[in-house]
């Protein structure tokens, strides 16, 4: 069983950064592919980015790349994602999730663990 938390939300202007972490307790973190999933009101939640469990697959969505990194430090059990260039239709709850999977999974489904999240607001 892995338990998930996210932290690093908060409120930020157009163009700024934010950096939000997912805190994971259990001794198979290193074994699990994780992601970063999205969902602003009234939309589906979203694959924002996702990283394989050595770190050496990683996938962002066309919204986020270049703008956003995704990193994992096994050791610390813990998973990142470091937000540059913020913008407004960047808000939203951000959820870190966690798979058993080998792969680099971009659909919500696939994921076995949850955070409860942590909002970001990017204002204009």
């Known amino acids: 069983q892995v338990q998930l938390v996210e932290s690093g939300g908060g409120s930020v202007q157009t163009g700024g950064s934010l950096r939000l972490s997912c805190a994971a307790s259990g001794p198979t973190f290193s074994m699990y592919g994780m992601g970063w999933f999205r969902q602003a009101p009234g939309k589906e939640r979203e694959i924002v980015a996702a990283?394989?469990?050595?770190?050496?697959?990683?996938y962002y969505s066309d919204s986020v790349k270049g703008r956003f990194t995704i990193s994992r430090e096994n050791a610390k059990n813990t998973v990142c994602l470091q937000m540059n260039s913020l913008k407004p239709e960047d808000t939203a709850v951000y959820f870190c999730?966690?798979?058993?999977?080998?792969?680099?999974?971009?659909?919500?489904?696939?994921?076995?663990?949850w955070g409860q999240g942590t909002q970001v607001t990017v204002s204009s």
């Open positions: 990283i394989s469990w050595n770190g050496g697959s990683r």
């Open positions: 999730a966690g798979t058993s999977r080998l792969d680099v999974p971009t659909i919500a489904r696939r994921y076995d663990y």
